[in-house]
Structures are given as C-alpha cells and as structure tokens.
C-alpha cells in the first residue's frame, strides 16, 4: 500500500503543479484582454461547470475500466488545453482552454479513488489527506512558478512559457502512470460493477442521506473557496497593485500552511477528534480567515486572514473526503467519490460566476463577506451528520 501511495502521490503533484502554475494567470490574461471582473471570474469558472458535468462520467468509467486509464486519458486532455492557453490571443481562445481542461479533469476523482482502493477503512482519512497534500504542494508550488515565469508586469508578462511548462508536466506525468502506478481496481471488482446497478449522483445522494449532508458541507464550503480564489488576483491588483508574480508568491505563502495542515496535523488530529469535529473546527477557521480579509488594513492582516483560510480548508477537505469515502462500497467508490467531487465542481461554479458581478456591484468586501456567510453553514451539516452517526451507531465514539 504505502509504495502506491508514494506513486500516486508523485504523479498528484506533478499534475497539480501543472495546473498550478497557471492560477495567478489567467485572471491577469483576462485584463489583457481587457474584459472586466463580471467577465473574468465566469471565464475562471467554466472550467468547473465542465468538471461538474464530466465527472461523473469519469467516476463511473474508472470504476468499469480501472484507474490508470482515466488519469492518463485526462492528464492528455489537460496538456492540450495548456498549449490552447498558452496560444490565446483573444478572451474567447481562453474560455475555450478553460472549458476543455475541465471537460477533461477526470484525475482528481480518479486520484481519490485510487487512494481509497488501496487503503484500509481505518486508514483512509490519512491516505486522502496525503493525497490532499500533494494536490496542495501543486497548489503551493505551482502558482510561484507561474508567477516568476511570467513576470510583475502586466503589460510584458508571457503566458505562453508558464503554460508550455505546465504541458511538459502532464506528459511526464502520463508516463509516471504508465510505468510507475499499478492498477488499483481490479478484474474482479470492475466485474462486480459491471454486474450491479450503475447508480449515478442523483441516485446516490437520494439513497445515502449521509452523503448529502457530506455533499452538501463540500459545496458550502468549495463555494466561498473558489470566490477568494477567483477574485484575489483581480482584488490584488486593486488594492496594492500586485503582479502575477507577487501574487503567485503570496498564494505559495500561504498555501504552505494548508499543505502542512492536510498532510501533518490532520494525521494526528483524526484519530483524537475524529473527521466530523475536525471538519467543523476547519469551517470555523477558514470563515474567520475570510472576515479577516475583508476588513484587512494592509498587507500583514491580508496575509494573516488568507493564512486561516488556508489551514482552514486543509482540515476540512480530507476529513470531508474520508467521511465521503465511507460513505461507498469497494465496487462504487469511483460513482460515490465522483459525485462527491460533483458537488465541489458545482461550487467552483457558482463562486467565480458570483464574485465578479459582487466585486464590480458591491465593492471590493462584498466578496468576501459573502464567502463567510455561505461557508457558516457547513457547520451545521456537519453537526447533523454527527447526529445521524451517533444513532445510528451508538456504540461507537460520538465523533465518528
């Protein structure tokens, strides 16, 4: 286990990276362009409405085709949409880039699947929050490069090599899967799919009253994620005249913390809290992060706000996800993880597509004091979830 584990997270972090390096980009591509915020946040998440769309999809064709299949066959599809962007002379090519990288980002239900199938119940949290912290260490990582390879100025920044660099690592990270990372479902199980009744998201959340709940926490809290992330750029830009570069190197920051977060402290603290108390404790210090942003003064509160928000969310999602995973069987992980997934694509729908018009509408707070207010009431799913686990095992730790 432990050496597909250490494979898996390789190549999550080599395809993360890639998509990394372009975040703190193509907000700045947009004003090239010289569309305005209402615009540029929508184009940042049609990326997501063609994720949730598709994932789904490739859930179910990992779970009847295997794992490896998919990572590859989307890691491809992300590497042209990377040249696509790089090449964008106009805002219409960049939607287009947009729109077939989410169509095909099918690895990361695939990633979580494959750390699901190869990990003990009791082991679970921890094998996703591993996995979560190398997507994190491409999340970090990334945008630093993306910014340092473009360069502060808006008007001479190159979007072609940072965007060329993130193709180079898809490929490389194809042939990791290739030669590196065994097939996780097996014959036997993807036979077992194949045999029982193919359930899709809706079905799943109408049958697992859990999930919902579980679902339903995740979009809460990816919603008012994905409006920081989508107008920091622009808000940046604004209030202190950041480049690409600076802002790549303040996400690189500050995602340090999440990354730890995910990958050292939710280790020792699941065991001690269990998933639903620490993902309630990671609600509450990602929204006090975001009401922090909102009134910042200067840069060191900014930085102090964002940095909650980071540790934050790098205790909420894995706990989130663990509880997600239990919540299927070995022959449906690929559906039920899939649909989960579902629910945060959604989310990173709806934040881009909301925070352009508020920022612009609104002022510059209004984004941010939305995002606390949407993201307070994951708490409180989390808290009935608690509930519904404690009578329905009672037996069992009230935590779990």
């Known amino acids: 286990m432990k050496a597909r584990l250490g494979s898996l997270f390789i190549v999550s972090v080599i395809d993360i990276l890639g998509f990394g390096i ?7 591509m947009g004003v090239r362009f010289n569309a305005p915020p209402e615009w540029i946040t929508p184009i940042m998440g049609a990326y997501s409405l063609c994720q949730l769309v598709a994932a789904p999809f490739w859930g179910n064709l990992s779970d009847r085709y295997g794992r490896r299949p998919i990572l590859m066959t989307s890691l491809a599809g992300a590497c042209v949409s990377y040249l696509v962007l790089g090449f964008a002379n106009s805002i219409w090519w960049l939607l287009v880039s947009r729109m077939l990288g ?16 190869v990990s003990e119940p009791q ?23 993306g910014g340092v390879l473009a360069g502060n100025d808006l008007q001479t920044a190159s979007f072609l090599l940072p965007a060329s660099v993130s193709a180079g690592l898809s490929v490389l990270a194809i042939l990791l899967v290739a030669f590196m990372l065994p097939e996780s479902n097996t014959r036997e199980l993807r036979a077992q799919r194949r045999e029982g009744p193919r359930a899709g998201p809706i079905r799943l959340l109408l049958e697992r009253p859990a999930l919902r709940l579980i679902a339903g926490a995740a979009l809460l809290v990816t919603t008012a994620q994905s409006i920081l992330d989508s107008i ?35 280790r020792v603290l699941v065991p001690r809290l269990g998933e639903p108390k620490l993902a309630t404790i990671g609600v509450l210090t990602f929204v006090t992060g975001l009401l ?27 706990s989130n996800s663990a509880l997600a995973s239990k919540q299927s069987d070995a022959h449906d992980r690929g559906a039920v993880m899939g649909t989960y997934q579902s629910s ?17 509408a609104l002022g510059s707070k209004a984004p941010f004091l939305a995002g606390a207010c949407v993201a307070l009431p994951a708490a409180w799913l989390i808290w009935r979830l608690r509930r519904r686990l404690r009578l329905s095992h009672p037996q069992s730790a009230p935590e779990r």
Do not use: H
């Open 22 to 28: 372009l975040i703190p980009l193509v907000p700045y």
């Open 232 to 266: 920091l750029g622009l808000w940046a830009l604004d209030k202190y005249g950041f480049g690409p570069r600076t802002v790549g190197l303040l996400i690189f920051c500050v995602a340090v913390l999440a990354v730890l977060t995910q990958g050292v402290l939710v």
């Open 123 to 145: 082991q679970r949290a921890a094998s996703l929050g591993l996995i979560g912290a190398a997507i994190g260490i491409g999340f970090t990582v990334g945008p630093a490069i």
């Open 292 to 318: 922090i942003v909102s009134e910042a003064p200067g840069v060191g509160f900014t930085v102090m706000g964002l940095a909650l928000c980071g540790v934050g969310v790098g205790a909420f999602t894995p």
């Open 102 to 117: 989410g169509f095909m980002a099918g690895n990361i239900s695939a990633a979580f699947a494959y750390a699901s199938d």
């Open 344 to 360: 945060s694509s959604l989310a990173r729908v709806i934040g881009p597509f909301a925070s352009g018009p508020m920022y612009a």
